[in-house]
T-cell receptor
Framework: AQKVTQAQTEISVVEKEDVTLDCVYE???????LFWYKQPPSGELVFLIR??????QNEISGRYSWNFQKSTSSFNFTITASQVVDSAVYFC??????????FGTGTRLLVSP | EAQVTQNPRYLITVTGKKLTVTCSQN?????MSWYRQDPGLGLRQIYY???????DKGDVPEGYKVSRKEKRNFPLILESPSPNQTSLYFC?????????????FGPGTRLTVT
């Protein structure tokens, strides 16, 4: 069975702090994809990144970076120099067959000025 | 503009009154899906459709129906809504059967059943 665990329910930081959101996944499939989505207070889901199981390269996009480690089944997300606009709920998700996305329970990030 | 639309965005209804939430995409995507989002549970899949006239249950299908008569539309039907179906609902689509493509999500429908 597929499972995604986001153990951090809520994180509070002050602007300009770095913050890492943890994601641990479980699957027996050798081919799978991992995703991060952002849900701002307005409620929509915003796609951030996709990573396939054969590509363990870390990725950086501006202040965002992702660390994929198959050895620990983790796909962690780091925001550098956080900003108030980063306040949102962040979901990690896993997809294997039939395009079904299995979501974690989300991490609420609060960035205060 | 490529998008997934849902209507209505907000709905308050009473127990037992049938309702339909519409979902439409203009990207010619084969795959469409419905999710519900509840506090502490993340998003859970209700139903999905691989193509026209092909639908299947997700993790939480009880109390819901879907149909896929046209490629662009995938309505979610609640024949007899109950308060435990109060939730935030998302429709999603993606281009093909492969699992690499990210899903494009609609804006969400917040449903309250009293």
């Amino acid at each position: 069975a597929q499972k995604v665990t986001q153990a951090q329910t809520e994180i509070s930081v002050v602007e300009k702090e770095d913050v890492t959101l943890d994601c641990v996944y479980e699957t027996r499939d050798t081919t799978y994809y991992l995703f991060w989505y952002k849900q701002p207070p307005s409620g929509e889901l915003v796609f951030l990144i996709r990573r396939n199981s054969f590509d363990e390269q870390n990725e950086i996009s501006g202040r965002y970076s992702w660390n994929f480690q198959k050895s620990t089944s983790s796909f962690n997300f780091t925001i550098t120099a956080s900003q108030v606009v980063d306040s949102a709920v962040y979901f990690c998700a896993l997809r294997t067959g039939f395009q079904k996305l299995v979501f974690g329970t989300g991490t609420r990030l609060l960035v205060s000025p | 503009e490529a998008q997934v639309t849902q209507n209505p965005r907000y709905l308050i209804t009473v127990t037992g009154k049938k309702l339909t939430v519409t979902c439409s995409q203009n990207m010619n995507h084969e795959y469409m899906s419905w999710y519900r989002q509840d506090p502490g549970l993340g998003l859970r899949q209700i139903y999905y459709s691989m193509n026209v006239e092909v639908t299947d249950k997700g993790d939480v299908p009880e109390g819901y129906k879907v149909s896929r008569k046209e490629k662009r539309n995938f309505p979610l039907i609640l024949e007899s809504p109950s308060p435990n179906q109060t939730s935030l609902y998302f429709c999603a689509s993606s281009p093909r059967g492969g699992n690499s493509y990210e899903q494009y999500f609609g804006p969400g429908t917040r449903l309250t059943v009293t």
